[in-house]
Structure formats: structure tokens, C-alpha cells
């Protein structure tokens, strides 16, 4: 598969290392060429036989090494990973160049999803809907990974289908949009495993909101399939980005990706020490634009003037193509720096920044809850003041005394702010995607995935426990 480990390749040894006599070669009949004919005869028994067990698929086990090998524990389950056919995935990425009618998406699919690397290890510059990637390429060396359908809790369905989405928003043939979603779900029906369940114990990872995967006759088009109203799908646990916070039953939301892919515990535990020290001078920044004739994003019309007004706020302002908002290294400065982050809804109701600001150590500030606290529940704390902030956006656009941001965050005292920066540093494990070749000594976003998809299909099929 794309995504397994190569074996690492044992040193060559050097024939200057060797004796001179065993590389010189007679002619005459001698012990030695006995010896040789001898070798020659076992080397072509011994590949004859290796011809013969690749032929039958038989495994033949490596020698243990010293590395240490990740191993599955109790809290995880076993899950199978469906072979698709490749244009259901991969072979998606044969034309990158097309796979987002704004983007060149190229770049964005390389290293498994992560994007191109940045000049700090473990940081690269990964697009905020490249998670079905990330996700897959976690999933394919994972040590719950099971080779035997029989053994596995839960299948993994490896569907491109934010990739593909993206690709055909412009189709007006509806038909051919919702062409590959369809043949997916006729693949999947077909399967053994999918009859045994009906798909209740199979789940698929979608890169982008659920809002691209749910157009409905009569309802405004604006380039969505209808992956998630197919009947099959509705089985399903369908992780996705954002979720629709009124139908979405089977859908729950998992974080954006955002620019740190650790492959170790230490080098997280670097980074969130890294954040304690770090100086705060600004009390708050938003990293955004506006979004003109949007009533869902008319509260950053509001954010943007009064941050412009405050001598305690930073904003970094978004247009089309403003390469200051696409570098990373520029936006985590920014957020580094400040106290709190402004998270207000733009196109839709969830935001990559808001990731962005806890990798950053920033508090999140929401104006809606659709933002985070109806969203990611397996993510976040209950308790949404131990983290962050809630600012309700029609006490901002419609109040009859305009709340003022600023007087509001100046309220926290610096003892909770503490407090709250430090629940928020905590959670930086379980929000990241760790690099898939990450070694097993911390739980990321896809463990904490895979412990709640087990949960919920055992309390589907056991309801008692």
C-alpha cells in the first residue's frame, strides 16, 4: 500500500573488508569449485522456494530488531481497512492539479496528506481539508490496524470524498457530481462485511463539512453531492470537519489539521513548554476578513472595526490571495503573541484557526456555538469556560448597547487567564494528527477517534453496557 513503512535495508558489507583470497577465482578443478557449484545449486533452491511462497502469498517473518514495535492496547479496537479501488482514493491524486477549482492541490496531497514541510521539523504546511488523507495515513501503520476482517470492531471505509468534492463543484450535471459517492456506496453493499451489520460498524473521514455532501432537491446548489443523504451512508459514523448540527445523527465532527505533525511525545511536550514562557503583549488578534452579503459572517464586520479601534488588538486582515494569512509561520506569530483569539463563523460555522490558536496556546473566543461547542464533543471539554470564551454574536450586532469585545476580555483576571491557558496547552495531544509514522507513546486526534467509534458501535450492538 502507499502508505506502509519500507523495511529498513540492512548494510551492505564491503569487499575491501574481505580477505583477498575470497575474491580471487581458478579455473582448475579444485575443492573451491565444488564449493562453488554447491553454492550456486542452494542459491537458485533458495529463490526457487521464495518464487513459490511470494507466489501463494505465504509470509515469511523478519528477524526482531531492536526498534520497538507500537502495540494495540485494550482502549483501542481492532479495525479493517477496506481495499477501494484506487479512484476512489489515490488515484485521485494522479490529477492534483484539478482536485480544487481554486488551488493548485499538488503541493497540499504530498507527504501523505502534510502538505509541504516548513523549516522547523515536524511543521509543515498542511491544508485545512486534507484530513480524509491524514487520517488514512494514520490508520494505515496503525498497531490497531487488522489484516483479518473477522478479528475487526470497526471497518475503515479510505474515501477521498472531499478531494473528489472540491473537484466537481462547477459540475451542473448532477448526475456525473454524485457519480462517484454512488458507485462508493454500490461497492461497499457488495461486500461481505458490509452485510453483516449493514454498515453499522463501518466509518468513512471526510476532509471537508458536511455541507458539501448534502444537497437536497429544491435546496440552494452551490456545488454539494449527496454522499451523506444516501439511505447506506445514513448507517454509517461519518467524520467530518463540521458536522450539520441539526441532521447530522451519524456525524461527528473531528478537528481541521493544522501545521504540527509530531512523531514523538517529547517533541509535543517541547513545544507546549515552549508556550508557557512565551510573552503575550497583545491582549487580542483576529486573523480573518469579512465577508460581505453573508448574514452567518456578519459578525466580523463588527470584530473587524472594533479591533481596529483598540490599541490591545492585532488583526491581520484576510482578502483573496493575501499570502500573509497563508503563511503559517505568520499567523501562529501572531496568535503566539496574543491572549485570545477571535473565532467568528466566515462561510461556515467551524474554523482551521480555531486549531491554529490552540496550538498556539491562544484562548479561543466563539460568537456562536456552532463554532466548537456543538461540533467537536469528543474533543473538547465539557466545561466550555475552562477553555474558552463565548461572546453571543447578537449581543455584538444587534444589542441596544454594541458589547464591546475588548471590555469584555479585559474582565478575565490574570489567575483564570492562567488557568484557562492551561487547559488549552493540555489539550494539544489529542487535537493534533500525528505524523503516521509517529510512534504510539501519545494519543492524537485519530486515537481519540478510534476509542469513541468503538464506544459508540459496542453501545450500538450491546445497549446495556
Not at 484530513?131 to 488514512?136: K, P, R, T
Not at 453483516?196 to 471526510?206: E, I, N, S, T, W
Not at 474558552?388 to 450586532?397: G, H, K
Amino acid at each position: 500500500m502507499f502508505f506502509r513503512k519500507p523495511s529498513p535495508t540492512p548494510p551492505l558489507h564491503s569487499l575491501s573488508s574481505l580477505p583477498s583470497t575470497a575474491i580471487s577465482f581458478s579455473k582448475t578443478k579444485d575443492p573451491h569449485n565444488n564449493k562453488l557449484r554447491y553454492t550456486i545449486f542452494s542459491c537458485l533452491f533458495l529463490a526457487s522456494w521464495l518464487l513459490i511462497l511470494h507466489r501463494f502469498n505465504f509470509t515469511i517473518l523478519a528477524p526482531s530488531t531492536t526498534t520497538t514495535t507500537p502495540t494495540c492496547d485494550g482502549s483501542k479496537p481492532l479495525f479493517y481497512i477496506y481495499n477501494l479501488p484506487s479512484r476512489f482514493n489515490l488515484g485521485l491524486l494522479e490529477r492534483c492539479q484539478s482536485l480544487n477549482i481554486y488551488t493548485n492541490m499538488c503541493p497540499h496531497v504530498a507527504n501523505n496528506g502534510l502538505g509541504q514541510p516548513l523549516s522547523t521539523p515536524d511543521w509543515y504546511s498542511t491544508h485545512q481539508f486534507i484530513a480524509e488523507m491524514i487520517v488514512h495515513a494514520r490508520l494505515e501503520n496503525h498497531p490497531c490496524r487488522t489484516w483479518d476482517p473477522y478479528t475487526a470492531v470497526l471497518f475503515y471505509v479510505p474515501f477521498y470524498g472531499g478531494l473528489y468534492a472540491s473537484s466537481v463543484f462547477r459540475e451542473a450535471n448532477l448526475t456525473l457530481r454524485d457519480s462517484l459517492a454512488v458507485d462508493l456506496v454500490d461497492f461497499l453493499q457488495s461486500q461481505p462485511w458490509w452485510k453483516r451489520h449493514y454498515g453499522k460498524d463501518h466509518f468513512v473521514a471526510l476532509g471537508r463539512t458536511a455541507w458539501d455532501f448534502m444537497r437536497t432537491e429544491g435546496g440552494s446548489d452551490f456545488g454539494a453531492n449527496i454522499f451523506l443523504n444516501l439511505p447506506p451512508v445514513l448507517n454509517m459514523s461519518v467524520l467530518t470537519v463540521e458536522r450539520q448540527p441539526w441532521r447530522g445523527h451519524n456525524q461527528f465532527a473531528i478537528p481541521y489539521p493544522s501545521y504540527f505533525h509530531p512523531k514523538t511525545l517529547a517533541q509535543t511536550l517541547t513545544w507546549q513548554s515552549h508556550l508557557r514562557r512565551r510573552a503575550r503583549p497583545h491582549l487580542f488578534s483576529f486573523v480573518g476578513g469579512t465577508r460581505p452579503g453573508l448574514q452567518k459572517a456578519k459578525v466580523r464586520d463588527h470584530i473587524v472595526s472594533q479591533c481596529q479601534a483598540s490599541k490591545r488588538c492585532v488583526l491581520v486582515r484576510c482578502a483573496s490571495g493575501d499570502s500573509k494569512c497563508h503563511n503559517p509561520m505568520n499567523v501562529l506569530e501572531v496568535m503566539e503573541k496574543s491572549t485570545f483569539c477571535l473565532q467568528a463563523p466566515g462561510d461556515s460555522f467551524t474554523r482551521r484557526s480555531t486549531f491554529d490558536s490552540v496550538l498556539a496556546g491562544c484562548i479561543p473566543v466563539f460568537f456562536s456555538e456552532h463554532t466548537a461547542y456543538t461540533q467537536y464533543k469528543w474533543y473538547f471539554p465539557r466545561e466550555r469556560d475552562t477553555y474558552s470564551v463565548f461572546i453571543d454574536e447578537r449581543e455584538v450586532i444587534e444589542g441596544k448597547e454594541k458589547m464591546m469585545i475588548e471590555e469584555v476580555l479585559l474582565g478575565f483576571g490574570e489567575k483564570e487567564v492562567e488557568r484557562m491557558r492551561e487547559v488549552l496547552i493540555g489539550l494539544i495531544p489529542t487535537l493534533t494528527y500525528a505524523h503516521p509514522n509517529a510512534t504510539a507513546a501519545f494519543p492524537d486526534v485519530v486515537d481519540v477517534m478510534l476509542r469513541r467509534l468503538s464506544r459508540r458501535v459496542t453501545h450500538h450492538f450491546n445497549p446495556i453496557i
